[in-house]
C-alpha cells in the first residue's frame, strides 16, 4: 500500500509539474496581429501603382520600379510584425511561425517573385518583352492572393489588384 501512495504522489508531482506550467502559458493566436490588416491594406494600395503602369499601352515599366519596391519594403514589415514568416537562418530559430503549413512557402514565392519582376524593371536592365513581363506579373499577383489566404491574412476591401486582360483593354 505504501509503494501505491508513493507512486500516486510521485505521479502528482510529475503531473503538476508538467500541466499547470504548459496550462498557463500564453499560447500564440492562430489569428494575425491586428496591424496586419493595415499592412495588407497598404500592399494591395502599393500593387495597384505597380499595376497600372505596366497595363498601360504602351507599357512603362520604369515607373513601376519605385512602387516595387515599396512592395519589398512592405512585405519587410509584415515578417517583422509577425503577419508573415521569418525566413530560415543559418542559425537556431528563436522565434518559430505558428501559421498554416503552406504560408512559409508562399511567402518565400511572394519575395521571389518580386524580386524577378524588379531585376526586369531596374535602370538598365534590358527592356522586358511587354507580353512576358505582362504574364509575369500577372502569376506573381496569384502567388500573392493564395499567399494571403494560407497565411490567414485578411483581404483589403475590394480585393487584392490583378493584372487586367489586354484582349479586353483594346
Known amino acids: 500500500m505504501r509503494k501505491i501512495a508513493t ?3 510521485v505521479l502528482a508531482v510529475v503531473l503538476a509539474v508538467a500541466v ?21 491594406t497598404q500592399l494591395a ?13 504602351p507599357p512603362a515599366p520604369d515607373k513601376a520600379a519605385v512602387p516595387l519596391g515599396d512592395v519589398l519594403r512592405l512585405l ?23 501559421g498554416p503549413e503552406l504560408c512559409l512557402s508562399h511567402d518565400l514565392a511572394m519575395f521571389a517573385g518580386a524580386f524577378s519582376v ?19 506579373v500577372q502569376t506573381w499577383l496569384k502567388v500573392l492572393n493564395e ?5 490567414s491574412l485578411p483581404v483589403p476591401e475590394g480585393g487584392m489588384p490583378t493584372m487586367p486582360d489586354p484582349a479586353r483593354s483594346s
Open 118 to 136: 524588379l531585376s526586369k524593371l531596374v535602370p538598365g536592365a534590358v527592356p522586358p518583352d511587354p507580353g512576358k513581363l505582362r504574364a509575369e
Open 20 to 40: 499547470i506550467p504548459a496550462a498557463s502559458a500564453q499560447r500564440q493566436s492562430a489569428e494575425p496581429p491586428a496591424a496586419c490588416a493595415g499592412l495588407v
Open 76 to 98: 519587410v514589415a509584415m515578417t517583422a510584425a509577425k503577419c508573415l514568416p521569418t525566413p530560415p537562418m543559418t542559425g537556431a530559430a528563436e522565434v518559430r511561425f505558428h
Open 7 to 9: 507512486i500516486g504522489t
Open 45 to 57: 494600395d502599393t500593387l495597384k501603382k505597380v499595376v497600372e503602369p505596366l497595363a498601360a499601352t
Open 147 to 151: 499567399a494571403l489566404k494560407n497565411c
